[in-house]
Nanobody
Framework: QVQLVEFGGGFVQAGGSLRLSCTAS????????MGWFRQAPGKEREFVSA????????RYAESVKGRFTISRDNAKNTVSLQMNSLKPEDTAVYYC???????????????WGKGIQVTVSS
């Protein structure tokens, strides 16, 4: 089993920045596409961003393009999400996920972190 742990969440004012990171157990990190999803109170879980195994391919939700940047360091078994120009609507629990395809669908991801809270105040 792959275990994922997110860290770096917290509180920030609108327009500010946060950096989320996720570390994975095991030695097979580079075998997985990595993604970030989020779930706001009362809403369904939605796709945020994903990164290919090599780190050369990226995908972003339209709502975060130009503001968020995903990256990975396979040597450290880590994927990160740099979030700039944050908006109140970015408030959610953010989940790290590992899967087999560069996809925005939750069904394509096999392993999930427990999530971390990001709160953006207006």
């Amino acid at each position: 089993q792959v275990q994922l742990v997110e860290f770096g969440g917290g509180f920030v004012q609108a327009g500010g920045s946060l950096r989320l990171s996720c570390t994975a157990s095991g030695r097979t990190f580079s075998s997985y596409v990595m993604g970030w999803f989020r779930q706001a109170p009362g809403k369904e879980r939605e796709f945020v961003s994903a990164l290919s195994r090599s780190g050369s391919g990226t995908r972003y939700a339209e709502s975060v393009k130009g503001r968020f940047t995903i990256s990975r360091d396979n040597a450290k078994n880590t994927v990160s999400l740099q979030m700039n120009s944050l908006k109140p609507e970015d408030t959610a629990v953010y989940y790290c996920a590992a899967g087999a395809a560069l996809s925005g669908a939750t069904r394509n991801y096999d392993y999930w972190g427990k999530g971390i809270q990001v709160t953006v105040s207006s």
